[in-house]
């Protein structure tokens, strides 16, 4: 017989990002250094992105032991492509990033997550991916000074 938390949908939410965030927390601290209150590490950031999952994987965890809102049914279609197209177009991301260059790798992204809504339209997924890719730029490659290829020829 089956408890009704394994049913759970915020219950099972809740401890894959109490999972995920120890998983990142654990790396960070075995192969960064931390570094000190004055010069902070690079293991810093992972490790306080890590806390940060676990306790909102603890709240949701909690939230679902206290609601019954249960897991309903099969997911639809349209469910399975708002999880499958985001990853492919960050798997196309960081393949065209060093393909290809920063700008092209940016619209297949913007184009690609967008896509993944039920509501897509191309004209609005284009007008705001060309302006995330017009701040990106201005960010990362002016701003910054980092260097990151715009395009690849």
């Keep these: 017989m ?5 049913k759970n949908k915020d219950f099972w939410a809740g401890l894959m990002f109490v999972g995920i965030g120890l998983f990142i927390a654990v790396q960070a601290v075995r192969n960064y250094s931390l570094g000190d209150g004055f010069r ?13 999952l676990v306790a909102l994987g603890a709240i949701v965890l909690v939230r679902g032991l206290l609601n019954n809102d249960k897991i309903k049914g099969r997911m639809s ?5 708002a999880v499958i197209v ?4 960050m798997v196309l991301f960081g393949l065209l990033m060093t393909h290809m260059g920063l700008i092209p790798a940016l619209a ?15 004209s609005e997924a284009l007008l705001m991916t060309a302006a995330l890719t017009g701040f990106s730029v201005a960010l990362f490659v002016w701003a910054l000074g980092l260097y990151i290829p715009l395009f690849i020829f």
Excluded at 108 to 122: D, M, Q, R, Y
Aim: aromatic share 14%; proline share 7%.
């Design 86 to 89: 985001p990853l492919v177009a």
């Design 40 to 52: 902070i590490g690079p293991g810093f950031f992972p490790v306080l992105t890590g806390g940060c």
């Design 77 to 81: 279609l349209n469910a399975w492509r």
């Design 2 to 6: 089956k408890q009704e938390f394994q």
């Design 108 to 122: 297949v992204l913007g184009i690609g997550g967008a896509a993944a809504s039920t509501e897509f339209k191309f």
